[in-house]
């Protein structure tokens, strides 16, 4: 089994709908988690963390679920622009020292 | 302000040629990675470093080797291509470790024949 899982996607989905992503992590230690997002051939970029009460940024929500190990991404009225591929990040603590664990990615396409 | 930068952003070797990848950051940042990205798998780490001098390996480190000599800087090196390193490399840095943000460079696309 995979430390961090995605559904890979596509998910294609007509402007202003509302889209959800999770992502399974694997290790209950796990300490920290974050969402990038990627755009089709540059860098990821931070998205958002995610925060053990849940949290909003704008048309983005993002929450945890420690008992059964997921993060979720919500993305609400969604625009052309969010299409990119989104990566679910895990801070996992691995014993002796942490490691960062990303996802596959889901990739996100809007259309219009 | 630039961020993250590296260089080059593309890249044809022939399998056992030598390069160096340079990665540089101008927000004081300790920590710096180099990572790959290859279809249908996450983002691996190579090598990171936690301050100027040092290195650690990653979980994919064979083949490659890093150094830190000044703070700002972090280089990748491959001292003999093979086409399994064909890949994506990102290069990143963070203030405080695993738990802040990483701050990528725009990666690059290396190809080894």
């Known amino acids: 089994r995979k430390e961090v899982e995605q559904d890979p996607g596509p998910f294609n989905v007509p402007e202003g709908a509302t889209v959800a992503f999770n992502c399974t992590y694997s290790?209950?230690?796990?300490?920290?988690f974050f969402w990038y997002r990627q755009d089709c051939r540059k860098e990821p970029k931070l998205l958002m963390s995610v925060y053990s009460s849940g949290n909003e940024d704008g048309r983005f929500t993002a929450q945890l679920n420690r008992a059964s190990q997921y993060i979720s991404l919500l993305i609400r009225d969604s625009k052309l622009s969010d299409s990119a591929t989104y990566l679910c990040?895990?801070?996992?603590?691995?014993?002796?020292?942490?490691?960062?664990?990303f996802g596959t990615g889901t990739l996100l396409a809007v259309q219009p | 302000n630039a961020g993250v930068t590296q260089t080059p952003k593309f890249r044809v070797l022939k399998t056992g040629q030598s390069m160096t990848l340079l990665c540089a950051q101008d927000?004081?940042?300790?920590?710096m990675y180099w990572y790959r990205q290859d279809p249908g798998m996450g983002l691996r780490l190579i090598h990171y470093?936690?301050?100027?001098?040092?290195?650690a390996k990653g979980e994919v480190p064979d083949g490659y080797n890093v150094s830190r000599l000044k703070k700002q800087n972090f280089l990748l090196g491959l001292e003999s291509a093979a086409p399994s390193q064909t890949s994506v490399y990102f290069c990143?840095?963070?203030?405080?470790?695993?738990?802040?943000?990483?701050?990528f460079g725009n990666g690059t696309r290396l190809t080894v024949t």
């Open positions: 470093s936690v301050g100027e001098g040092t290195t």
């Open positions: 927000m004081n940042h300790e920590y």
């Open positions: 990040v895990v801070n996992s603590y691995g014993g002796a020292t942490n490691k960062l664990i």
């Open positions: 290790n209950s230690a796990s300490q920290s």
């Open positions: 990143a840095s963070t203030l405080q470790g695993y738990n802040s943000p990483l701050h």
